[in-house]
């Protein structure tokens, strides 16, 4: 896709956490809650449903231990993700190559966003190809470290 | 100032509902709906209640102009070049003959009962000059609405059309002629290569600005698909050009009626919805318009003899009407409906004659007739009546003519299609869903395999979620490997209308263009956004195509069937 999304406008350093859960409903559950902060989310039960709904027709585990459950709401105003590093790696995702998930990159976007959500979505996985990024961020110590060896991409 | 409002509101109201009561009680009697609204008018007016005065009728000037340019614009809409192309050498002679010998027979035998009246040579000659010019004029506006009400189609009606479109020009230039030679015989300074100078300079100046206006009405629809806003310009240009005609003396009705020329054949398929949506509103203004008319038309005070000059004239006028459309017709070799009843269907006159008697009465005011009648004013009442008459008979004849050339209701329109129709009159019915949950890969496989650019994709219950289109699909198609992990529900888009299958066929079609839609999924009707079919603007243009023909086709074998058994009735058995 030739327009590249700059994730630091879609990604702020306080939606970037922790996860300490090794379910994939729990994990889901608190990155929707941590993704409900954004002023640009304005239903957090309508993100909530959207994003275990799209679970529920396909995993949205890409492979390669990456997540990236997203959704498109007509209560979102704008693009906006939140990141989760999983200090335990999920297994009960069913992702694509079964690997146990390590990091989920949780995406909404507003109902008739069709393109820019594709955008950021295929933004994302072709960034997140990158193997020596993805063992940065995987082993990121804290979650500003995360966020600057993400966003230090797009330099 | 308040007063001034509920004034004009109220003549705008008793005009436009008197008139259409009018219009359905002469409707009944099998007379053209023209012929009530000036009835109408007449009973209102000076003539009768008095409800709208002569100078209510002044006040409204400015609205009369309007009706004239939209009649203009939607008479220019009807003349596309091919007609021309294909009769021009017929519509030619039949003007020149039609109007030439209107002009011939009036100004001859009103000249000679004025001169046996009057026994003043330079009177006679010169009021019969004016009538005869004035009489080549023809009405377009009562004469086309007979053509729309009676929804005529054939070689007669659209030689009427060509006809009373263009011998407004023509009177004009016997105007031109006959004044300049007027002029010179009673006395007041003028030459007649200066006048016709005067009036080509007119026409060229209304038709060069009507072009202009075409220009920039193409300019719109080329780039604005909103049909509401595209209305609303083409008004607000007309009433620009009409201003501007009127300012530089130009005729309102050839700067209109060019605007609609040029443009229908510039673009004909893209204005075909701006020509509908002006002539549904214009309905109104015709009311109106014909109201007004009527109700300005002032005869209490003619002498007794003027009214023999007005029968001269009716008379004059219809003969050379007749006879010289069909000398013209006869001559380019015509059908023999064009030859037999085209001179029955131009008696109407409107406007642009009394117009022209009132220009005409401006340079005769000074030439006496008699103690305390002007020329001026015996040309003015004369016209004022002749125009009475010839508009309560006129459009009658026309509906006479048309129902002798068997042209009458054969005129099924597009539009009639469109609105006897719902979407599910016309959409395709064979549904083809793609589920949400898909994957890409699957999806992308239903346009291989099928013509459609859209799909209704649908949840677990079946229920249109979103639309699948090649346009949403091309977003990922430079990422193949997001392929395995989008399903169709991330890529649909959320549907923009929704249509169901009892939606008017118009309303929809009108939305589509729009939003720029060739083609939209359709629901069953109800909460349960079921979809039941889709619709496809260029299989649905093909299917109205074919049914308009059908209709006609349908028609014209009805026709067929009543003349054989017309002709078995009479033919004796054996």
């Not at chain 1, 529920?56 to 990456?66: A, V």
């Not at chain 1, 994302?124 to 961020?137: F, G, H, Q, V, Y």
């Not at chain 2, 100004?107 to 009962?113: E, N, Q, R």
């Not at chain 2, 038309?297 to 029968?311: D, E, F, I, R």
Request: charged share 20%.
């Amino acid at each position: 896709m030739s327009n590249d999304v700059q994730l630091s406008h879609v990604l702020a350093p306080q939606r970037v956490m922790a996860l300490h859960t090794a379910t994939k409903v729990e994990a889901l559950r608190t990155l929707a809650d941590c993704l409900a902060t954004a002023p640009e989310v304005g239903d957090r039960e309508a993100l909530r449903e959207g994003i275990f709904y799209r679970e529920q027709l396909m995993s949205t585990g890409i492979g390669m231990g990456i997540a990236v459950p997203h959704v498109r709401l007509a209560s979102v105003s704008a693009p906006v993700m939140a990141a989760g590093i999983c200090r335990t790696p999920i297994a009960d995702y069913e992702s694509l190559d079964g690997v146990p998930i390590r990091l989920i990159f949780m995406i909404a976007a507003g109902k008739s966003q069709h393109v820019e959500h594709l955008r950021l979505l295929s933004s994302l996985s072709l960034r997140i190809k990158n193997e020596t990024l993805r063992d940065a961020l995987i082993a990121a110590p804290d979650t500003p470290t995360f966020y600057e060896t993400l966003i230090r991409q797009e330099d | 100032m308040e007063t001034i409002s509920f004034s004009i509101l109220f003549i705008l109201g008793v005009s436009i509902l008197g008139g259409l009561l009018g219009a359905s009680f002469f409707q009944k009697l099998r007379v053209p709906q023209v012929v009530g609204f000036i009835v109408i008018g007449l009973i209102v007016g000076d003539n009768g209640l008095k409800l709208i005065k002569h100078e209510d009728v002044t006040a409204l000037q400015p609205f009369t102009l309007f009706a004239l340019g939209i009649i203009g614009f939607l008479v220019g809409g009807e003349l596309k070049a091919e007609t021309f192309r294909k009769y021009a050498r017929q519509f030619f002679a039949i003007l020149l003959g039609e109007g030439l010998m209107a002009f011939l027979l009036v100004g001859i035998s009103t000249g000679l009962f004025l001169y046996v009246i009057f026994h003043n040579l330079s009177i006679a000659f010169a009021a019969g000059i004016v009538f005869g010019a004035v009489a080549s004029a023809t009405d377009p506006a009562s004469t086309i609405d007979v053509l729309w009400e009676y929804r005529s189609l054939g070689v007669l009606t659209t030689s009427i059309t060509a006809i009373v479109a263009l011998d407004d020009a023509l009177a004009m230039i016997l105007y031109g002629l006959a004044t300049g030679l007027v002029k010179m015989l009673a006395g007041v300074s003028g030459s007649i290569s200066k006048e016709i100078g005067k009036v080509v300079l007119e026409l060229l100046g209304a038709a060069v600005m009507g072009f202009v206006g075409a220009l920039i009405l193409r300019f719109l629809l080329q780039r604005v698909r909103l049909l509401h806003k595209n209305f609303a310009f083409v008004i607000g240009l007309l009433l620009l050009m009409i201003s501007v005609a009127v300012y530089a003396n130009m005729d309102v009705i050839l700067t209109s009626m060019t605007m609609g020329c040029i443009l229908v054949n510039m673009l004909p398929r893209r204005s075909a919805s701006l020509f509908e949506s002006v002539r549904s509103f214009s309905t109104p203004i015709y009311v109106l318009f014909f109201v007004l008319a009527g109700a300005r038309l002032s005869l209490t005070q003619m002498p007794g003899w003027l009214w023999g000059v007005v029968a001269i004239y009716v008379l004059g006028r219809s003969i050379g009407k007749v006879l010289g459309s069909y000398i013209g017709a006869k001559w380019t070799g015509s059908e023999p409906v064009v030859r037999r009843y085209l001179g029955l269907g131009l008696f109407a006159q409107g406007g642009v004659a009394i117009g022209l008697s009132i220009m005409a009465s401006h340079y005769l005011k000074d030439v006496a007739v008699s103690e305390n009648l002007m020329l001026g004013d015996v040309v003015v009442f004369g016209i004022a009546a002749t125009t009475l008459i010839v508009q309560l008979f006129g459009p009658p004849m026309v509906k006479v003519a048309l129902k002798l050339s068997g042209e009458v209701g054969r005129n099924v329109t597009r539009e009639d299609v469109i609105d006897s129709w719902t979407v599910a009159d016309v959409m395709e019915t064979e549904v083809i869903t793609v589920q949400e949950g898909d994957p890409i890969a699957k999806a992308a496989q239903i346009f291989v395999k099928h013509d459609y650019l859209v799909y209704p994709v649908v949840d677990r219950q079946h229920r249109m979620a979103g639309v699948l289109s090649l346009h949403g699909l091309k977003d990922v198609l430079s990422n193949p490997d997001s392929w395995a992990w989008l399903l169709v529900s991330d890529v649909m888009t959320p549907i923009r209308q929704k249509v169901s299958s009892s939606s008017s066929l118009k309303e929809i079609l009108d939305q589509m263009y729009e939003l720029n839609i060739d083609q939209t999924p359709v629901i069953a009707p109800g909460d349960g956004d079921v979809p039941v079919g889709l619709l496809d603007r260029a299989k649905v243009k093909e299917r109205i195509d074919i049914e308009v023909f059908r209709r006609r086709q349908a028609i014209e074998f009805k026709r067929s069937r009543t003349k054989v058994g017309e002709t078995n009735e009479t033919t004796p058995v054996a």
